[in-house]
């Protein structure tokens, strides 16, 4: 299973932008998926999650900028990002559990991990 984001690129504070991010492969379904995003010198953190039933999950340094969602039949989940902050410039990156773990925040329980797209917003 191969996960790619796409949607990166550079954008003003208070601007959007969206990301993508599609898995490939054998036959996926995955019961948790998720973002997570990494700043220049700091640690990978987590963003936002979604399970196979459409819960959603938010850190409070996204929730009500950002929405995450996924089409099931796509095996893709996206992020849309709203009044976007110079803060949030950040590798991001996508994730997605194999098996439901009950805990979408540690970035050691998500299996399969795309390649990062950078988002870039200028003050």
């Known amino acids: 299973v191969q996960l790619q984001a796409s949607g990166g690129g550079l954008v003003q504070a208070g601007g959007s932008l969206s990301l993508s991010c599609a898995a490939s492969g054998r036959t996926f379904s995955s019961p948790l998926m998720g973002w997570f995003r990494q700043a220049p010198g700091k640690e990978r953190e987590w963003v936002a999650a979604?399970?196979?039933?459409?819960?959603?999950y938010y850190a409070d340094s996204v929730k009500g900028r950002f929405t995450i969602s996924r089409d099931n039949v796509k095996s893709t989940v996206y992020l849309q990002m709203h009044s976007l902050k110079p803060e949030d410039t950040a590798v991001y990156y996508c994730a997605a559990q194999r098996y439901h773990v009950g805990n979408y925040v540690n970035p050691r329980a998500y299996d399969y991990w795309g390649q990062g797209t950078l988002v870039t917003v200028s003050s």
């Open positions: 979604i399970s196979s039933g459409g819960n959603t």
